[in-house]
């Protein structure tokens, strides 16, 4: 009779846990739906797992607004600096601004489980933001995560220990690594596409202007539930503010909604080089229709030789690599930024993507001044529109650059908060350009720089050679 019992306890719980299961599904199904405004379909495959579906036919440059689990972090720092008890801040110092994006993500993960539990440190958690917050954990935890893994997160560990004591007590460490584990395999950074004005110390510890891209970490509901593909039909886009599903060619209804985890780069190598990266960073086979393809027929792939892959490589390290003042230097850099736009659009059977709207804005900045530079801001400005439509910050910063590249620099100046000396924009639109080259070169060199907590909030880039 006491094992009958038992079998039938544990039937029950089995039973309550598909229950729980099928309700959580309902739940992310009916919110895909919200989000995409009726034309995605969440789906739930024995073989594929959770994945989307077009609910209707989407043509090419089909444009979906995705929704954060949670709030999105940035190499700036304002969630990290919030979560810090006032101690922790003063003289910290993050090694990178992809770090401290990731960091940032991090922070700002912990503050939404405390809201949602009811407690946020002077009343964060409180009314419709408490709700709110409960809503977007409640999608953190039916998120997947990987199987295997230890649940002690150690740089978890030692930057929650650095939270202010009412976050701490609020959301243990144990609590946060939990909730970590549905965000590993998940979470992207990102770039965002339109650059802005910032600044950066300098050795003299004087503030200089940048031209800069924001770095973006995060986690967004229909980023998290679309699986991947090496020939991808869509593209993420993140405009500073919103991060975009862009469909690089025509899907059909029923067809599936896939991007690609891995860069351009990665994309040009073999299948078995693919196949490696995604099993050692994502824990999966891909079965995608390419690598389907070159596993059956060799011939088909469209990957680049050894040789080739040697070119690529050079081509990528010269890209991150900005040329100086000199003509020559700059034609040729924009040479190569051209064979590498050629490369993307070549895994895209010649539609545009992000690296190509990257290699294009690059261009348009570092072209010899006259036809050929005009040539690349009119070649933005129209991939600009393709990926992210006329109304969009990028579309009107591509239009800017070509038609008023001195009110551009104006704005640029303001928002790097330049003294009012040197936020004189000049009617010469030559020199204008000239200025947010070397803003953007001086963002450029870096990137790679700590980060430094600021008296005032938030963090900034620490000093170094301009």
């Not at 094992?3 to 309700?23: C, H, L, M, T, Y």
């Not at 919030?82 to 993050?94: D, K, W």
Request: hydrophobic letters at 40%.
């Amino acid at each position: 009779r006491c094992s009958a019992e038992a079998a039938g306890a544990a039937g029950r719980k089995i039973q309550e846990e598909e229950d729980d299961d099928d309700e959580d599904f309902l739940q992310l199904q009916a919110r895909v739906a919200v989000v995409s405004q009726g034309r995605l379909r969440l789906i739930d495959t024995p073989d594929r797992g959770r994945c989307l579906l077009a609910a209707r036919d989407l043509p090419a440059g089909t444009r979906i607004r995705d929704s954060p689990v949670v709030p999105f972090g940035s190499d700036g720092g304002e969630h990290l600096w919030q979560a810090l008890s006032p101690e922790n801040r003063e003289g910290l110092s993050v090694g990178s601004g992809d770090l401290l994006a990731a960091l940032d993500f991090l922070s700002s993960m912990v503050a939404a489980l405390a809201a949602a539990r009811g407690s946020g440190g002077g009343g964060s958690g409180a009314g419709a933001l408490g709700a709110k917050r409960a809503t977007e954990i409640a999608q953190l935890r039916n998120m997947y995560r990987f199987a295997t893994g230890s649940s002690r997160v150690p740089m978890i560990r030692r930057w929650h220990a650095r939270f202010r004591g009412e976050l701490r007590a609020a959301v243990p460490v144990e609590v946060a690594e939990e909730a970590w584990q549905h965000v590993v395999p998940n979470w992207r950074r990102l770039a965002a596409v339109c650059p802005r004005g910032a600044f950066v110390e300098e050795e003299d510890g004087k503030v200089a202007p940048v031209l800069a891209h924001r770095t973006i970490c995060g986690l967004w509901l229909l980023m998290a539930l679309c699986e991947h593909a090496c020939d991808p039909n869509c593209a993420l886009m993140h405009d500073g503010e919103d991060l975009w599903f862009t469909f690089l060619r025509d899907v059909r209804k029923g067809q599936a909604v896939t991007t690609a985890y891995l860069n351009v780069q990665s994309l040009r190598k073999p299948l078995k080089a693919r196949l490696t990266v995604l099993q050692e960073a994502w824990g999966f086979n891909c079965a995608c229709d390419r690598c389907k393809l070159e596993s059956e027929e060799p011939s088909s792939s469209s990957a680049c030789s050894s040789e080739e892959q040697a070119t690529d490589d050079a081509l990528f390290e010269a890209w991150r690599t900005p040329p100086g003042d000199a003509l020559e230097e700059r034609a040729d850099f924009c040479r190569s930024l051209g064979t590498l736009g050629a490369l993307a659009r070549g895994l895209h059977a010649g539609a545009p993507d992000p690296t190509v709207h990257s290699q294009l804005l690059l261009e348009s900045i570092f072209a010899p001044d006259g036809e050929d530079q005009q040539i690349a801001c009119r070649q933005l400005l129209e991939v600009s529109e393709q990926l992210l439509g006329p109304a969009s910050q990028a579309t009107a910063w591509a239009r800017r650059l070509l038609e008023d590249p001195a009110g551009l620099l104006h704005e640029v100046l303001a928002d790097s908060g330049s003294s009012a000396r040197e936020n004189q924009a000049t009617a010469d639109g030559r020199a204008a350009r000239s200025e947010l080259r070397q803003l953007y070169r001086r963002h450029l060199a870096s990137r790679e720089r700590p980060r430094r907590a600021a008296a005032h909030g938030g963090f900034v880039t620490a000093g170094g050679a301009g």
